[in-house]
């Protein structure tokens, strides 16, 4: 099992490509996804979230287990973190950068149907205080590749004290926020 460190938000950080190969996989992703935000789960709740047969998520559950990202606690899977955090190493191994932009893309393609699930069946329920809070930003601006990481570094530092809260304030709800930052290739 790798060594795995925890940030500061409780975020698994991944540094090696075992890891960040083994999670690129669109059922593990979903499994570590499920445990990160809901908790244990058995291999069969796992296999009812996942609609993957429970001897597969089992096997799926041991290699996460393998490099570190999920632990067995009795009868039940759990994450050893709160989510994920990974970059792409600037210098280093090539196995490294392509494993971790493979899961940045599994990533991003897991999770394009949350926001027309979230119009389909959650706004129209909404209160309205909840519904005029909700929303999109939406904004193209020319930064450098240094000032798009230094505003995601922001973000991160802005949210922080959020990200850290341990237990739900009144009238707080688990709000979910997702951030695309999709520079274009140069011609």
Known sequence: MSELRVNEVGDMVLTGAAAMQALADPVRLAMT?????????????????TGVPAQAVEEHAEQ??????????????????????FEIPEDGEVEVQ????????????????LPRQWVESTEPGLELEWARSAGLFNAGMWLTAEELRK???????????????K?????????????YFLPP???
């Open 64 to 85: 996460l287990a393998a490099v570190g990202l999920l632990k067995r606690n009795g009868d039940s899977w759990e994450a050893c973190g709160r989510g994920i955090f």
């Open 167 to 179: 237990e739900p304030t009144p009238d707080s709800r688990r709000v979910r926020m997702l951030a």
């Open 185 to 187: 290739k140069s011609d």
């Open 33 to 49: 996804d499920r445990l990160t935000r809901h908790g244990a789960a058995t291999t069969d709740e796992l296999a009812d979230a």
């Open 151 to 165: 505003v995601q570094e922001d973000l991160e530092v802005l949210l922080m004290p959020y990200l850290q809260r």
């Open 98 to 113: 392509q494993a971790a932009r493979a899961l940045s893309s599994a990533m991003l393609l897991s999770y394009e149907h």
